[in-house]
């Protein structure tokens, strides 16, 4: 599925920001403003949040968009509701109880609650919502389907791509020349990883000469391997395990909570195989993980959820999307933590270089699943 593109936001230039990422690997994540310091907020305004599955402590998605609105709801002094989803049988009544209990601002956490999201966004054209990962273009004429809607997505591929790259680099340097990847379900803010980690692998090949594999998704075709759903259960670790079969040294798990999986499967099965974590920096957000993970590539959806709270309490809601990209640090790479020390040498330089490029413009990451 090929979304529209929509007007970008022109952020602040970050080509130094992979340097400051990589020297970074302390307390866990918390979210920042980049944008204007809280003011009092428009009597009566109350934001709410609904999640995906996974909930509030998926070490992902959901959880980075909470820690977004709790930050808001500090700065701004104000109360907010927060409702969990469970199943996808929850996103509409869950929208129609926060619309019954006096919701301004409604924050859908996820592409997949879209439908939802619009229906009750053109129901209540007094209500301002904002969804994470999706453009709400539900009828793909290049328009956000309510008028009411801001989209809150992210140019994961641009990330992905650096995170492919080093993933090549690890498995070369190890001489096992396999690196591989799978989802959860098969959407564009999932795929989106994945084609930029193909992308990236496919740079390494270019520039180095080498010859990584990719296993478990085929840019080319859109096809690969995907769980169906973003729970950590036996199908995840059995997707992960296939991968493992064939020989792969580093794994991608996009998908929430199927990185768990994934590492239940390295584990028992004593090999010496490594992740890329998603959405947040998965050694920090998940220590238990953390010998595990060679990078993340991260998402600032704290950041983008905290900000259009904000911008919200003050009445001056505006529904352009916001696209978070290397340039305005939406999207960028983790600290490697331990494993830095052990890199083939200068990969680093390789990576800043690589930002750079593509903030540049030099290097265009080209996803049909980008918005």
């Known amino acids: 599925m090929t979304l529209s593109t929509p007007q970008k936001l022109v952020g602040i230039t970050a080509a130094a920001g992979l340097l400051v990422a990589l020297a970074g690997c302390g307390s866990a994540p918390e979210a920042s403003s980049t944008g204007d310091a809280a003011g009092e907020a428009v009597d009566g305004f109350t934001p709410c949040l609904i999640s ?3 909930g509030w402590n998926d070490k992902s998605f959901n959880q980075s968009a909470k820690a977004g609105m709790d930050a808001a709801l500090e700065e701004l002094g104000v109360e907010g509701i927060e409702l969990e989803s469970t199943t996808p049988n929850d996103y509409a009544p869950n929208l129609e109880q926060l619309v019954a209990e006096g919701c301004t601002f409604i924050v859908s956490v996820g592409f997949n609650l879209s439908a939802a999201t619009v229906e009750s966004a053109l129901a209540n054209p007094e209500i301002d919502y904002a969804i994470i990962d999706d453009l ?3 009828d793909f004429n290049g328009e956000t389907d309510a008028p009411n809607i801001k989209p809150l997505v992210f140019n994961t ?4 791509y650096l995170g492919g790259y080093a993933a090549a680099a690890w498995s070369e340097q190890s001489g096992v020349n396999k690196v591989g990847t799978f989802g959860g379900m098969q959407i564009p803010s ?3 990883f994945m084609d930029g ?3 990236g692998v496919e740079k390494y090949n270019e520039d180095k000469g080498g010859s990584v594999e990719v296993l478990g ?7 690969g391997l995907f769980t169906g759903g973003f729970a950590a259960n036996d199908t995840a670790k059995q997707t992960a395990q296939n991968l493992l079969d064939q020989g792969a040294d580093v794994i991608l ?5 199927v990185y768990q999986s994934a590492a239940a499967a390295i584990t028992d099965g004593g090999t010496d195989t490594l992740m890329l974590g998603v959405d947040t920096d998965l050694a920090v957000a998940d220590e238990t993980v953390a010998d595990l993970v060679l990078v993340s590539i991260m998402k600032a959806i704290d950041v983008a959820v905290r900000d259009a709270t904000i911008e919200a309490a003050g009445g001056d809601f505006e529904v352009e999307p916001y696209v978070g ?3 305005n640090e939406g999207v960028k790479l983790s600290s490697f933590h331990d494993f830095e020390s052990q890199l083939p040498e200068g990969l680093l330089d390789e990576l800043t270089a690589l930002q750079e490029s593509i903030v540049a413009g030099d290097i265009t990451v080209e996803s049909p699943n980008s918005p």
């Open 52 to 54: 995906d599955e996974g």
């Open 136 to 138: 709400a273009d539900n």
């Open 157 to 160: 591929a641009e990330a992905a």
């Open 190 to 192: 999932v795929a989106v």
């Open 197 to 199: 980690f193909q992308l």
């Open 217 to 223: 998704w085929d840019m080319g075709t859109e096809e």
């Open 253 to 257: 798990p996009v998908g929430g909570p």
């Open 325 to 327: 990209t290397l340039e």
